[in-house]
C-alpha cells in the first residue's frame, strides 16, 4: 500500500524473513489490526496498523482487521465505524477480511468445555475480591481456590447452568487450573470467563458470560490463521499463558512478537483518558484537533501519508522511549510542504489605504500557486485596490530593533505587487488604536520589482479589503503543558490539571484570498507566512473555517541537522 522510502528493516522484519527461510507456516505471512472497539483510534494505533498491513504487504501477505469485542460494557458501534472508517482513511484495506471476536464466541465456549473435559479449566465461586486476594503476589504465591478441584462433571454442568442465566453477575468465573505458584501471575489460574448481564452490540443478548481478553486473543488469532501475531510490550507477560491455551487445545499456534508502545511527549494515548478529555468537555469531541486521535489529526489537517512516514521513521523496537512531537510534527510540514497550494490569510487584520492608487481600480495581480515547486506552472489571481488589509503584526509606529516591516516613512513589498511607503498613522481618537496605516504606492514596481534596483528590508501579504472573505481561523497549541501530563505538581491531582488552557484561540476576523470562499472541507494551504490550515467541516458557503496544522517553524529539522 505504502510505498516506503527504502527498504524498511527492524529486528520484526528479520524473524518473518527468518521465518519464511525456514519455511515456517509454509512461508505464509499472515498478520492482523485488532482494536477494542472502546474508544477512536490515536496516533498509538496507527503505529501498529502501519506496522501490520506493511509487512503483510511487503511479505506478500495479508492483513485482518478484527475487532476485539469482548467487553460489551465499554464498547459501542460508533466506535467500530469510526475506527473503520479511520483505518481506510489511512490508507489500508482489509478486503474480505473484516472479522470479530464475538463471531467466535460460540467456539471459544466449545473450547473451554474441551479445557473442563480434560481438567484443565474449573468453575470457581470465589468473589472478584477474592480472587484476587488468593492470587498472591510477585513474592508469594497465592493460593489455591477451595473450588478448583471440582470434578468435571460438576464443572461441565455450572458452566453450562452460567451460560444459561442461572447465576448472577460476579457470582461465579470460569478459570484455567494452571498454577498458583506460577512466578507469572498470568499463570495462575486466569479468569477465562465472567458472568455480565449485557448487550452485546453485536450479539444482542444472546450471551451473559463473556470471554476474557486473555482467553479470547490467541485463540481468535489461530482460528484467523495468523501467522505473526505483533503486538505491544506490555503482553510480553502473557505470552506463555497465550502459548499453554494454545499447545493445551492444541490448535494452529502462532508466533507472538511484542514491540514498543509509540509514546509522544505532550500526549496522553490511553483511551479511558482520552474519554475522560471528551466527556468532561476538556475537548470538542474525539475528532477535536487538538486530540491524539487519528480522528483529530485529519481535522487539524494532517495527511495519512504524513502520518505513515512518521510511523515508518519511528520504526519498531523492542524497548520503550518517548517520541519527541516536534518529528509528527516535521512529517506533516514536510508533506504539506510539497503538496500544499499557497494563500494569503490576514488573521488580524489592519486597513492598509494607498492615497495614491486610484479610487476605483482594481488589478488582478498573478502569483504562483506552488512557488516551492519549480516544475509547476498553476497560477491564481488576487484582486489588489486602494483599501487593503495586512497583518496588525506588520506594523509598529516606533519599529523595535531588527524590525524589517512597515512602519512611518519606511518602505516595504506587499507581495507579488508594489513597493508601499508609509505616510501616516491613523488612530482612534478615545483609545489610542490604530485604525489604518496610510501609505503612497511606487507604480512602476509592479509585481513587487523595482527597475531601479531599489531594495526593501520586508515583504507583508495583503488583501483588498472589498474583495477579502471573512473567514474564522482556530489556532491550536499543545493540549497540554508538561512533556509528560501524568507528571503533577499537587497530589490528588491528575492529568487534566495539566491541560493548556490556551491550547485553542478563534479569531472570528480573519480574512483569506477570494478564492477561498468556498473551499473545500479538508483541503490543506499554506497561508504564507503563517503555516499550514485545513478547511474545517464547521465551514458554511462564503464563509470558511480554517484550523492551523501546522506552523511553518521547524524545531525539529532544527535540532536534528
Ligand atoms: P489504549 O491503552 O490506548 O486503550 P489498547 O492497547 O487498549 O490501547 P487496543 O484497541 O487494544 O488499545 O489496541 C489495538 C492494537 O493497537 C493493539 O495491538 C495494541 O497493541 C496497539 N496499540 C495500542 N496503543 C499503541 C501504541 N501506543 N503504540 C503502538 N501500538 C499500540
Ligand atoms: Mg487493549
Known sequence: MTTPEKETSDFIRNIIKEDIREGRFGGRVHTRFPPEPNGYLHIGHAKAIVLNFDVAAEFGGLCNLRF???????EDVEYVEAIQRDIRWLGYDWGDRLYFASDYFEQLYEFAVQLIKEGKAYVDDLSPEEIREYRGTLTEPGKESPYRNRSVEENLDLFERMRAGEFPEGSRVLRAKIDMA??????????????MYVTHHRTGDKWCIYPTYDWAHGQCDSLEGITHS??????ENHRPLYDWFLDQLGIHHPKQIEFARLQLNYTIMSKRKLIRLVEEGHVSGWDDPRMPTLSGMRRRGYTPEAIRNFCNRIGVAKSNSVVDYGMLEHAVREDLNARAPRAMAVLRPLRLVIEN?????????ELPVYPQDKSRTETRVVPFSRTLYIEQDDFAEVPPPKY???SPGREVRLMGAYYVTCTDVIKDEATGEIIEVRCTYDPETKGGQSPDGRKVKGTIHWLSADHAVPAEIRLYDKLFLKENPEEVDEEGADFTSNLNPNSLEILTNAFVEPELANAE????????????FCVDPDSRPGRPVFNLTVSLRDTWAKISS
Do not use: A, W
Open 68 to 74: 476485539d469485542d469482548t467487553n460489551p460494557s465499554k
Open 182 to 195: 506460577s512466578p507469572n501471575l498470568n499463570l495462575r489460574d486466569p479468569v477465562m470467563y465472567r458472568i
Open 230 to 235: 505483533l503486538c505491544t510490550l506490555e503482553f
Open 357 to 365: 492608487y486610484p479610487e476605483d481600480r482594481v488589478e488582478e495581480i
Open 404 to 406: 524589517r516591516r512597515l
Open 521 to 532: 472541507v479538508e483541503s490543506r494551504y499554506q497561508f504564507l507566512r503563517h503555516g499550514y
